[in-house]
């Protein structure tokens, strides 16, 4: 049975900082890459970032710079450190597993998503 249980959202103002992590069952991290996705009310899922087995790194433009995903294998976990966060950045985020092609693919295996307010 394949779990993602993410953890971290909250309300943050402005300008603060997140860490978000992905618990993933080990009978699908260890061979997926992984990946945070986030949809914001009205708008299409986008990809945030995501990240292979062996730690390649792929960002959306808009978050280059501030986020960064990280992974440990022994704890089957990938994490989403959030700085410098706008407004804009509000949203329900989600972990997700995939395959690193062109560069990352998602899988129809999702968490069930953390809500990130970004609100003075």
């Known amino acids: 049975q394949v779990q993602l249980v993410e953890s971290g959202g909250g309300l943050v103002q402005p300008g603060g900082s997140l860490r978000l992590s992905c618990a993933a069952s080990s009978n699908i991290f260890s061979i997926n890459a992984m990946g945070w996705y986030r949809q914001a009310p009205g708008k299409q899922r986008e990809l945030v970032a995501a990240i292979n087995s062996g730690g390649r790194t792929t960002y959306a433009d808009s978050v280059k710079g501030r986020f960064t995903i990280s992974r440990d294998n022994a704890k089957n976990t990938v994490y989403l450190q959030m700085n410098s966060l706008k407004p804009e950045d509000t949203a329900v985020y989600y972990c997700?597993?995939?395959?690193?092609?062109?560069?990352?693919?998602?899988?129809?295996?999702w968490g069930q998503g953390t809500q990130v307010t970004v609100s003075s």
């Open positions: 997700n597993a995939g395959l690193w092609v062109a560069p990352y693919e998602g899988l129809d295996y």
